[in-house]
């Protein structure tokens, strides 16, 4: 959508008109509910769209400055360059829940959740907060439930997250899959 905007300079019947190209430009047999960012990239290149730089956000942004609604939408965006489907939830009565995704792939696909932490590098994430999440894990029945953290996690929240399926993401593994990924707070 960002590259489809960035586009179509903020004219929505430009934007409507490229959209329509780029999806008839993609393979409808694949039958995705979802389009990659790569997959737009390239449908704009054969469309001979010139796709301007994205506008830089102040230099030295990290983590830290992120608030934690901001945290959450670049988890989110991380999740749509991984091909998940990802909808934030309503940032209070979320139970526990700030991010549900989907992945439409075989065996490895269905509907996951994600906690999303982003606490300075001495507050450790405990194991209430994991059981907590694993309470709406269950509850939702989600295929997996993951617990992210610009921190870590204590020894007994790792046990407990190991004892009960839940994948917890530490400040320096979230930092891998951002780069792996060219997902970039700035």
């Given at each position: 959508a960002e590259l489809?905007?960035?586009?179509?300079?903020?004219?929505s019947s430009l934007l409507l008109n490229r959209f329509k190209k780029v999806v008839a430009l993609i393979d409808q047999k694949t039958n995705k509910?979802?389009?990659?960012?790569?997959?737009?990239?390239?449908?704009?290149?054969?469309l001979r769209i010139e796709i301007p730089e994205?506008?830089?956000?102040p230099a030295n942004r990290t983590l830290d400055d992120l608030t934690g609604v901001e945290f959450e939408s670049l988890i989110k965006a991380l999740l749509i360059e991984m091909g998940f489907q990802a909808e934030l939830t309503e940032v209070t009565g979320d139970g526990g829940?700030?991010?549900?995704?989907?992945?439409?792939?075989?065996?490895?696909?269905?509907?996951?959740?994600?906690?999303?932490?982003?606490?300075s590098e001495g507050n450790l994430v405990g194991a209430p907060a994991i059981r907590d999440f694993y309470g709406a894990v269950m509850a939702d029945r989600a295929v997996k439930?993951?617990?992210?953290?610009?921190?870590?996690?204590t020894t007994q929240a790792k046990e407990f997250a190991s004892q009960s399926g839940i994948e917890l993401v530490n400040r320096a593994r979230l930092n891998q899959i951002?780069?792996?990924y060219k997902v970039h707070t700035i």
């Open positions: 489809l905007v960035r586009c179509s300079k903020g004219l509910p979802y389009l990659t960012v790569e997959e737009v990239r390239t449908a704009l290149v054969k994205p506008l830089p956000l829940i700030d991010i549900v995704a989907l992945l439409d792939r075989p065996f490895s696909g269905g509907r996951y959740i994600f906690q999303c932490k982003r606490y439930g993951i617990f992210i953290t610009t921190s870590e996690f951002l780069e792996e």
